[in-house]
C-alpha cells in the first residue's frame, strides 16, 4: 500500500509558466516533508522541506504548501525554466518514540518544461 | 564541502556472488541512510546508521545487511544476490538522526546481477 502518492506520472509546463506538482499521503504520522529533484543517473537533489506544524514554506522560485486535514502537499514553481525538467519526487517521514523513520517516497512526478 | 560520494558507481554481479558498496557521507554528518530504486518499487528505505549503530531499518530480507564506521563511512553487503536486486543503491546522510534532518543523497552505485 502506497504511503506517499504522486498521481501524476508526468507534468508537461511551458517555460516561464506556474508548475505544481501535487503528492498526497495516507499516514497521518509523517511530520516532515521533502521535495526531490533527481537526473537520470544522478543522485535525488535536496529542493525544499515542510514540518507539518507549518502550511507553506519559500525558497525561491520553490514553494510548498501543506494541508494536513486534506493530507495533500504540493510543490510550485515560479517562473518554470528549462533546467527544471527532472523527476520530482515527494517524500515523508515520521518520527515515533523509538526515533526518525527513513524516508517514504512517491513513485515521481516526470515535469517537462517546453520552450 | 564535498557531497555524498558512493563507490563503485557500477558493479556486475551473478547470481549468488555478495557484493559490498560503500558511502561515505558529507564532513560532518554523523548519519549514514540508504535506499533502493527501482523501475517496479520506485525508491525504498533499507536501513540507517547513527554512530555505529543501526537505527532503522526497512522491509528488506537479511541478505541486505550494513555497518557504519567511527569515521561514519558506511557499507551495505547483499550476499547471495538475486536477479531482483539489480537496483540503483543509494546512500543519503545528515548531520544527526531525527524526524527534521534533511538527507543529501549521493550518485548512486547501479547493480546488475546476471
Known amino acids: 500500500d502506497q504511503q506517499v502518492k504522486q498521481n501524476s506520472p508526468s507534468l508537461s509546463v511551458q517555460e516561464g509558466r506556474i508548475s505544481i506538482l501535487n503528492c498526497d499521503y495516507t499516514?497521518?504520522?509523517?511530520?516532515?516533508f521533502l521535495w526531490y529533484k533527481k537526473y537520470p543517473a544522478e543522485g535525488p537533489t535536496f529542493l525544499i522541506s515542510?514540518?507539518?506544524?507549518?502550511d507553506k514554506n519559500e525558497d525561491g522560485r520553490f514553494t510548498v504548501f501543506l494541508n494536513k486535514s486534506a493530507k495533500h502537499l504540493s510543490l510550485h514553481i515560479v517562473p518554470s525554466q528549462p533546467g527544471d525538467s527532472a523527476v520530482y519526487f515527494c517524500?515523508?517521514?515520521?518520527?515515533?518514540?523509538?526515533?526518525?523513520?527513513?524516508?517514504?517516497f512517491g513513485k515521481g512526478t516526470h515535469l517537462i518544461i517546453q520552450p | 564541502k564535498a557531497g555524498v560520494t558512493q563507490t563503485p558507481r557500477y558493479l556486475i554481479k551473478t547470481r549468488g556472488q555478495q557484493v559490498t558498496l560503500s558511502c561515505s557521507p558529507i564532513s560532518g554528518h554523523r548519519s549514514v541512510s540508504w535506499y533502493q530504486q527501482t523501475p517496479g518499487q520506485g525508491l525504498q528505505f533499507l536501513f540507517e546508521?547513527?554512530?555505529?549503530?543501526?537505527?532503522n531499518k526497512g522491509n528488506f530480507p537479511g541478505r541486505f545487511s550494513g555497518r557504519q564506521f567511527s569515521n561514519s563511512r558506511s557499507e551495505m553487503n547483499v550476499s547471495t544476490l538475486e536477479l531482483g536486486d539489480s537496483a540503483l543503491y543509494l546512500c543519503a546522510s545528515s548531520l544527526n538522526t531525527g524526524g527534521m534532518e534533511t538527507q543529501y543523497f549521493g550518485p548512486g552505485t547501479r547493480l546488475l546481477v546476471l
Open positions: 546508521y547513527f554512530s555505529e549503530t543501526q537505527r
Open positions: 499516514n497521518s504520522m509523517f511530520d516532515y
Open positions: 515542510i514540518s507539518s506544524i507549518k
Open positions: 517524500a515523508a517521514r515520521a518520527y515515533s518514540g523509538g526515533g526518525a523513520d527513513g524516508l517514504t
